[in-house]
């Protein structure tokens, strides 16, 4: 399957608002900047690996957690 972008979007905005955290002290948490973080939640940008990892922790969770619900939200947008 190949990476979704808008579903890692959809996730990482999702968790993000789940903890009452605004993109400005997210992308603080997660030492990216702010514009970035709106690029990677609307599905504009994709992240580096160490991005990806810096999201993770920022969200308490281990990469592949992350990866897994990305992964599970691919599947729900994807079309029949």
């Known amino acids: 399957m190949p990476y979704n972008r808008k579903a890692f979007g959809i ?3 999702r968790l993000r608002t789940e903890r009452g955290l605004t993109q ?3 992308s603080a948490f997660a ?3 702010r514009s970035h ?3 990677l939640e ?3 940008k994709i992240p580096r ?3 990806f990892c810096r999201i993770a922790e920022a969200l308490g ?3 592949h957690e992350l990866l897994k619900r ?3 939200e691919a599947k729900k947008t994807e079309a029949p």
């Open 31 to 33: 030492c990216i900047a």
């Open 61 to 63: 969770l281990e990469p």
């Open 42 to 44: 609307n599905g504009e």
């Open 70 to 72: 990305v992964g599970e």
């Open 37 to 39: 973080l709106t690029a």
């Open 49 to 51: 690996l160490d991005t």
């Open 24 to 26: 400005e002290r997210f």
């Open 11 to 13: 996730v990482i905005s």
